[in-house]
C-alpha cells in the first residue's frame, strides 16, 4: 500500500528544522544544499516544496507568528485599556521573549523589500492586512466602549505603520537607540490625544 504524504505538514516540518541553521548563520549564506541537509532530505525533495530558500523563510516565519498571534492575542485580554493593548501590539518590535523570531522576521523583511516577485508580494499583503485588521478592531472596540474619541479611527493606519516603521528605522539607522522607550513614547503621546478623560466618562455614565 503506497504511503500518503501530508505535504503541508511535510512541508512545515522541513521548515522548522532549518530554523536554527537559519538563526545561526542567515539566510543568505545558506545555499538550498545546506537548508536540505539540515532538514535530512534531498536537494531536489527540497524544491519540491519550496521554489527557493526565500520561500522557506516565508514559511517558516509564517508558522512561527501564528504561534505568536495565539500568545499575543491572550496577553492582550489581559490589558485593561486600549492604551495598553497597543503596547502589547507593538512589543514584538522590542520583546526578549520574541527576539529569536524577531531575527526571523528582520530576514523576511530583507526579502520582501527587495522582492518583485508575485507570490512573495501577496504574502506580504496578506500580512499587512491581518495585523491592520486586528489593531483596527482594537482602537474600533474602544471607541465603541467611549474610551476614545471617534477621530481615533482616522490615525488606525498610521499607527499600524508606526510599530513596524520605528522597527526598521531602529535596524538601518542609529536614530532610534531605545526602540521600547520610543515607541511606547510615541502611543502615549497618540493616546493623550484621542483617549476621553476618566471623568468625562463617568459623567456620560
Not at 37 to 61: H, M, N, P, Q, R
Not at 98 to 122: H, P, V
Not at 154 to 183: H, P, R, W
Request: charged share 35%; proline share 0%; aromatic share 10%.
Amino acid at each position: 500500500m503506497a504511503i500518503v504524504v501530508d505535504k503541508d505538514r511535510k512541508r512545515e516540518k522541513i521548515a522548522l528544522s532549518c530554523k536554527e541553521l537559519i538563526l545561526k548563520e542567515g539566510i543568505s549564506s545558506i545555499s538550498v544544499a545546506s537548508l536540505a541537509k539540515e532538514a535530512g532530505i534531498g536537494k531536489g525533495t527540497f524544491y519540491e516544496y519550496f521554489e527557493s530558500k526565500d520561500a522557506l523563510i516565508f514559511e517558516l516565519v509564517n508558522i512561527l507568528m501564528q504561534e505568536h498571534n495565539l500568545k499575543k492575542e491572550q496577553k492582550l485580554n489581559g490589558c485593561n485599556s486600549a492604551r495598553e493593548k497597543i503596547k502589547e501590539f507593538y512589543s514584538f518590535f522590542y520583546s526578549k521573549d520574541d527576539c529569536e523570531l524577531r531575527r526571523l522576521y528582520k530576514e523576511f523583511l530583507s526579502i520582501a523589500l527587495i522582492s518583485q516577485d508575485e507570490k512573495m508580494i501577496e504574502f506580504k499583503s496578506e500580512c499587512f492586512n491581518f495585523y491592520f485588521n486586528w489593531i483596527n478592531t482594537l482602537i474600533e472596540d474602544a471607541i465603541k466602549s467611549g474610551e476614545l474619541l471617534s477621530v481615533a479611527k482616522d490615525l488606525i493606519k498610521g499607527m499600524y505603520a508606526l510599530g513596524e516603521g520605528m522597527f526598521i528605522q531602529s535596524v538601518t539607522t542609529k536614530d532610534i537607540v531605545n526602540l521600547e522607550q520610543d515607541l511606547n513614547k510615541c502611543v502615549d503621546d497618540i493616546f493623550d490625544l484621542v483617549e476621553i478623560p476618566r471623568n468625562i466618562k463617568k459623567e456620560k455614565e
